[in-house]
Nanobody
Framework: QVQLVESGGGLVQAGGSLRLSCAAS????????MGWFRQAPGKEREFVAT????????TYGDSVSGRFIISRDNGKNTVYLQMNNLKPSDTAVYYC??????????????????WGQGTQVTVSS
């Protein structure tokens, strides 16, 4: 049974930074695509970032490109999301996801079979 556990969310002022972590257990994720998505109240789930199995390839959503950085440590079965210059519009529940099928970057939620429970990020103005 695969389990993804996010941590690092919280309340931060606009312009600040947070780093989210997602620890995977139940299987090795070293060959699997990992991604971050977010969902704000009343809105659909939105793609944030994805990273390939090597950690050398990544893609970002337009709204976070240039501010967020995704990375992974395959030895620790952990993926990270460094969020800089946060804006109130970044307020959402952030979800970590793992693909059981793909190893390259994937920006659609349908590409992922395993999801974490989410961590709340709130950015105050």
């Amino acid at each position: 049974q695969v389990q993804l556990v996010e941590s690092g969310g919280g309340l931060v002022q606009a312009g600040g930074s947070l780093r989210l972590s997602c620890a995977a257990s139940g299987r090795s994720f070293s060959r699997n695509t990992m991604g971050w998505f977010r969902q704000a109240p009343g809105k659909e789930r939105e793609f944030v970032a994805t990273i390939d199995w090597t950690g050398g390839g990544s893609t970002y959503g337009d709204s976070v490109s240039g501010r967020f950085i995704i990375s992974r440590d395959n030895g620790k079965n952990t993926v990270y999301l460094q969020m800089n210059n946060l804006k109130p519009s970044d307020t959402a529940v952030y979800y970590c996801a793992m693909s059981a099928v793909f190893s390259g970057v994937r920006d659609t939620s349908a590409s992922y079979q395993y999801w974490g429970q989410g961590t709340q990020v709130t950015v105050s103005s």
